[in-house]
């Protein structure tokens, strides 16, 4: 049964997907270092994983990796990320090639 705590956690992850989806559209988004924004990305799909959209969380996911591939594929978070994804079914293309690049899975 939730939580008053887990209701909290659910609300700060919608927040963050809600935010996330406005920060991108802005101008000083793109005047960002590659690596803030793959960085960025990157815990932008771990609210969209904790909110439960896995499609959302697979496709920052994947744009992080087009962005700058050493972020996704070298930090422990987005490793973990990338587990939690590949574990759900269906997982997308992207986010398969990812889970074998990073040897979570094999072809």
Known sequence: MPT????????DAGEAVHRHEQVIRREGWRLL????????LVDAAR??????????????????????PAEVRCRPV???VI???ARGRPSGA?????ATLVGLTTR
């Open 83 to 85: 587990a939690e994804l």
């Open 33 to 40: 270092p590659a690596e803030y924004r793959a960085a960025y």
């Open 47 to 68: 609210a969209y994983l904790q909110v439960g959209d896995l499609f959302g969380a697979g496709r920052v996911l994947v744009d992080a990796d087009g962005i700058a």
């Open 94 to 98: 992207g986010v398969a090639r990812l």
């Open 78 to 80: 987005a490793r973990t």
């Open 4 to 11: 008053e705590q887990s209701y909290c956690w659910a609300s």
